[in-house]
């Protein structure tokens, strides 16, 4: 008996998902057009959520030393020493100057631009770049990024006969394909480019389908 033949006590078989119907109602039911599990909630796909990291920790970080800095004079203050010259100045704007000067709208519109800037990362799941595909498992999420279903399309697209270079761009919501053809009809290269890039979109298995558009054009002469 060599060493591979020996198994350790707690090892166990990982289980396997088995994919045959159980019942002959169940193979009738399904076909080899069905939608793989858990298509149901396609649409309920959202995009995936950016942890928003460098925002987050920059405005930590002021609301950390303004408000240090603020609790330090405060308790200087407390102790009978006087407030640092800062804020007095500021209060002493606060309490004279007008509210339709123009520092006083500048630092106003520059609050309001960062408060809009913080809701909109707040409420946003940012991570343009990744689109997400169907969930074939419950509780796994998986993403594609633009840039590699791009490159996945330009290979098949080079495939075609009579494509001789093609850009290929990737959306949220389209995929563009500019082909460029030597040879064939400029008609039969664009419904071959139709059929090979539909048929590459549906098996990247993407939660949302990218519409696709083709252009055909002959190289530029000189």
Do not use: C
């Amino acid at each position: 008996m060599s060493d591979d033949d020996v198994q350790p006590a707690d090892t166990r078989r990982l289980p396997t998902l088995d994919k045959t119907p159980a019942t002959a109602d169940e193979a009738a039911r399904s076909g080899p057009d069905d939608a793989p599990a858990g298509s149901d909630g396609d649409d309920r796909t959202g995009r995936f959520w950016s942890a928003r990291r460098v925002p987050a920790a920059v405005v930590a970080l002021l609301l950390l030393a303004a408000a240090g800095l603020l609790l330090y004079d405060v308790a200087a203050v407390r102790a009978n020493r006087p407030a640092m010259a800062w804020r007095r100045r500021l209060a002493h704007e606060l309490a004279t100057r007008p509210l339709d000067t123009p520092w006083v709208l500048g630092a106003a519109a520059l609050a309001v631009v960062l408060g809009i800037w913080l809701i909109v990362l707040a409420l946003t799941p940012g991570l343009r770049q990744v689109l997400p595909m169907r969930r074939t498992a419950p509780g796994v999420r998986a993403g594609l990024d633009r840039s590699a279903a791009a490159l996945v399309l330009r290979d098949r697209a080079m495939e075609v006969a009579g494509v001789q270079s093609v850009r290929m761009k990737v959306g949220r919501r389209k995929a563009k394909a500019r082909a460029v053809s030597h040879f064939r009809e400029l008609d039969e290269v664009r419904a071959d480019l139709d059929v090979s890039l539909g048929e590459g979109l549906r098996q990247l298995g993407l939660a949302h389908p990218l519409r696709l558009t083709v252009r055909v054009r002959r190289p530029k002469k000189g």
